[in-house]
């Protein structure tokens, strides 16, 4: 299957590299990586998160921290966000 990055998803991804990295560039690196090794293999196995909190969206926990937020569509499987696991979810 396809794999889309939203705008919100890419932004995230962004801050979570950019917050990162000032302390620990390779950790910053490293962290990304893992965010795209772990959408790859939603590309291939898009069923592998579990349902999401959001009706329509599943959930893969991407590292002990952080969970990327997905959707699975006819032909493609869509990042939708990355979210620190302590961060409440769904927004209230």
């Known amino acids: 299957m ?5 705008q919100q998803a890419r932004r995230d991804r962004r801050t979570i590299f950019d ?7 390779m ?7 893992q965010f795209a090794m772990s ?3 939603l590309s291939r196995h898009p069923y592998s998160g ?3 909190r959001i009706t329509g969206t599943r959930e893969l926990l991407a590292h002990p921290s952080y969970l990327i937020v997905y959707d699975v569509q006819a032909d493609a499987v869509r990042i939708l966000a990355i979210i ?6 769904p927004p209230a």
Do not use: C, F, S
């Not at 396809?2 to 939203?6: D, G, S, V």
């Not at 917050?19 to 560039?25: A, K, L, T």
């Not at 950790?27 to 990586?33: P, S």
């Not at 620190?84 to 979810?89: F, G, K, L």
């Open 39 to 41: 959408a790859e293999q």
């Open 27 to 33: 950790a910053a690196v490293a962290m990304d990586d």
């Open 50 to 52: 579990r349902p999401g």
């Open 84 to 89: 620190h696991t302590a961060r409440q979810w």
């Open 19 to 25: 917050y990162i990295r000032p302390e620990n560039p």
């Open 2 to 6: 396809k794999l889309l990055w939203t």
